[in-house]
Nanobody
Framework: VPLQAYGGDLVQARGSLRLSCAAS????????MAWYRQSPGKQRELVAR???????NYADSVKGRFTISRDNAKTAVYLQMNGLKPEDTAVYYC?????????????WGQGTQVTVSS
């Protein structure tokens, strides 16, 4: 199941960006979608997570600034990022947990670069 993520860009501090990620294909549902990020020399970390019941979780560092949401079809996820800081600079990855019958597995999208200048 391909995951296509896009929306990364170079932006000034205190600016905003909106990341998007969509899954293609059929025969599965997507109980969970999430955004992770990874900076050079650091481990990949969870930024935000959303279930198909619209329950959300956020990293403490982005609470109040970032908002995760899903489309009505539950095949796309968005990350609205406001009040960006230089420390938000990272490659952002989309993640989806898929359910097909009894099979449950995770899929990663390709990263999209977010660079925040001071």
């Amino acid at each position: 199941v391909p995951l296509q993520a896009y929306g990364g860009d170079l932006v000034q501090a205190r600016g905003s960006l909106r990341l998007s990620c969509a899954a293609s294909g059929s025969g599965f549902s997507i109980p969970v979608m999430a955004w992770y990020r990874q900076s050079p020399g650091k481990q990949r970390e969870l930024v935000a997570r959303i279930t198909n019941g619209e329950n959300t979780n956020y990293a403490d560092s982005v609470k109040g600034r970032f908002t995760i949401s899903r489309d009505n079809a539950k095949t796309a996820v968005y990350l609205q990022m406001n009040g960006l800081k230089p420390e938000d600079t990272a490659v952002y990855y989309c993640y989806a947990e898929l359910l097909s019958g009894r099979l449950r597995y995770g899929v990663w999208g390709q990263g999209t670069q977010v660079t925040v200048s001071s």
